[in-house]
C-alpha cells in the first residue's frame, strides 16, 4: 500500500510515518524543509515529499498514486497566532487535501482530529455520539475540518475516516513532559482537587489505531474514538507517574482560581506581543476538564486493541526521556 503522511516531523505523525514503514508500506512524508526531523524520516525509510500543506502544486505531487494519505499536521495552540491561521491550516487545508488525494486517485483519507471537540465530558465515558462542544479557536477549527472533510469526501466520491485521538503520550512527547519532570523532580502541584477523569493514549497504540483507521473495510466514512484502555483520574495519574520516577506521590493540591485569574492576565498582556505567556487558562484547564471515553465502536467495528498499559507505558517514556536527557 502506498501511504501519504502529513505532520511526519511532529511526534504522533514521525512516530506513524516510521511505523507504517517498518510494516513493508511505501510511505511517504510531505514536509516543509529539511532538517534533522526528515533526515530521520529518510533513515527510516519514508520517501520526503517536499512542499507546503497550504501549497496546491505540492499536495498534488505529493498525493499522486497514494491510496491511502494519513492527515496527522494541525496547528496546536500557540500564542500570537489569528483564528484565521488555525482556521487556514485546521480545517481549510483538510478540504484541499482530500481534493487533492481524490485527484490522485486515493482511496481513503484519514483526518485526524480530537476528542477535544467534545469539550468537558459531562457524563463519562463519553463515546462518538456524545454532545460536540469545542471549547477554544483549536477545538473550534478541528470541528470545522471534519465537517469540511465530510462534505469533500461524499462530494468526490472517497472514504473518509476521522479519527479523534484522546491525550498522546510515549517516548519522546512534549506535551506530558512537564507533567512527568515536575514529578520527577518533586516540583509537581495538582491545582484542585484531582480527582477529575484523565483518559491517555500511549503512541504505538494510536499508530496502530491509526492504521486500522485507514486499511479496514469498516472503517470508510466512519468516526472512531482512539485511546487507552485505562481511565484514571489526576490523582491516580500522578501516582503512577510517581511511581515510574521511583518518588513519593506529590501531595500538593492549590486552589484553581487564582491560577485561572492570573492566566487571563498573563494572556491580556503576553497575546499582543506574540509572546507564550508562562500561564494560560488552557493549561489550568488540564486540572478541570475531565476527560473518559468509551472506545467499543473501535474495538467492535476495526479491531483497535490497546496493548500498552498505563503503567508499562510510563515506564517506556519514563526510560527514554532519561536516555535522551530530557529529565
Known sequence: MRALVTGATGFTGGHLARGLAARGHDVSALVRKAGP?????????????????????????????????????????????????????NATAVQQIIEAAARGGGQRVVHCSTVGVHGDVDHPPANEDAPLKPGDIYQVTKLEGE??????????????????????????????LKLFRGVARRTWFTLGRGEIYYHLTYIDDLVEGFR?????????????????????TLNELVALVAEGAGVPTPRRH?????????????EALCAPLGVEPPIYRRRVDFFTKSRAFDITRARTEIGYAPQVGLREGIRRTFGWYREHGWI
Request: glycine fraction near 12%; aromatic fraction near 6%; include cysteine.
Open 254 to 266: 492549590l486552589p484553581v482560581w487564582p491560577f485561572y485569574a492570573a492566566g487571563a492576565v498573563c
Open 212 to 232: 486500522l483507521c485507514g486499511e479496514h473495510p469498516a472503517a470508510a466514512n466512519r468516526t472512531y474514538i482512539l485511546a487507552g484502555g485505562e481511565v484514571t
Open 147 to 176: 465537517h469540511l472533510a465530510r462534505e469533500t469526501g461524499s462530494r468526490l466520491g472517497i472514504q473518509i475516516t476521522i479519527a479523534r485521538p484522546t491525550g498522546i503520550y510515549g517516548p519522546g512527547d512534549r506535551r506530558l
Open 37 to 89: 526531523a526528515s533526515a530521520a524520516l529518510a533513515g527510516a525509510g519514508v520517501t520526503l515529499a517536499m512542499g507546503d500543506l497550504c501549497d496546491p502544486a505540492a499536495l498534488a505531487a505529493a498525493t499522486q498514486g497514494v491510496d491511502v494519505v494519513y492527515h496527522i499536521a494541525a496547528i496546536y495552540r500557540q500564542a500570537g497566532l489569528s483564528d484565521d491561521t488555525y482556521r487556514a491550516v
